[in-house]
């Protein structure tokens, strides 16, 4: 398994304003997966984060609202730029168990409201 | 493109009673199945997986089967519980290690 801790837990931005959130894992991985879920809606890939190399962004996500880094094996940050109401979500962490299993783990969760 | 969907999307049973919850996968070429459990604001709980080979797997009070010919997976929680209020989803892995949800079951046990 993996214990992933994300903060901050909650926060309330402005408008215009942007947001850093952080995911640590308890054991290396190669792979970390940011997720948004909206207001009741299911998760959807934000992008891939890989470790020594650009992340990797899924179809209507860029790079410039989303800028990720990955510095390390164990660790990532998500930012989400110039906030508008409708990034109101929950932001997810997520990686993938080591073994052969595939198992998906998740962080707690970062939920932000913009005004 | 695979969908997920989950029904029913809402429920409410009182205590003590089994609960049914349906999930079910348009491409039946998937490596696993996983339930999760989400509470309010929450992150996901891993609760069980099942590999695309295996028919069920268990966990204490929770049973889960996976019928991929039929695309179908079924999560049953026995003598269910108010601590087991919260929203289930399901998520199946499938392609080039792509990974799809449904948008959950929110279940309240009534105590």
């Known amino acids: 398994s993996a214990v992933i801790s994300q903060k901050p837990s909650r926060d309330i931005c402005q408008r215009g304003t942007s947001l850093t959130i952080q995911c640590q894992v308890d054991?290396?991985?190669?792979?970390m997966f940011w997720y948004r879920q909206q207001p009741g809606q299911s998760l959807t890939l934000i992008a891939t984060?890989?470790?020594?190399?650009?992340?990797?962004?899924e179809s209507g996500f860029v790079i410039d609202k989303f800028p990720i880094s990955r510095p390390n094996l164990t660790f990532s940050t998500l930012t989400v730029s110039n906030m508008s109401p409708e990034d109101s979500s929950i932001y997810l962490c997520?990686?993938?168990?080591?073994?052969?299993?595939?198992?998906?783990?998740f962080g707690e969760g970062s939920r932000l409201t913009v005004l | 493109k695979q969908e997920v969907t989950q029904i029913p999307a809402a429920l409410s049973v009182p205590e003590g009673e089994n609960l049914v919850l349906n999930c079910s996968f348009t491409?039946?070429?998937?490596?696993?199945l996983q339930w999760f459990r989400q509470d309010p604001g929450k992150g996901l709980t891993s609760l069980l997986l099942?590999?695309?080979?295996?028919r069920e797997q268990t966990s204490g009070r929770l049973n889960a089967s996976l019928d991929k010919s039929s695309g179908r997976s079924t999560l049953y929680i026995a003598a269910s519980q108010p601590g087991d209020s919260a929203t289930y989803l399901c998520?199946?892995?499938?392609?080039?290690?792509?990974?799809?949800f449904g948008k959950g079951n929110q279940v309240v046990v009534i105590p």
């Open positions: 997520s990686v993938r168990d080591r073994s052969n299993t595939g198992e998906l783990f």
């Open positions: 054991s290396q991985v190669t792979m």
């Open positions: 984060a890989n470790q020594g190399s650009e992340a990797t962004y």
């Open positions: 491409d039946s070429a998937i490596y696993n």
């Open positions: 099942i590999q695309s080979s295996q």
């Open positions: 998520a199946v892995t499938y392609g080039n290690n792509r990974l799809a």
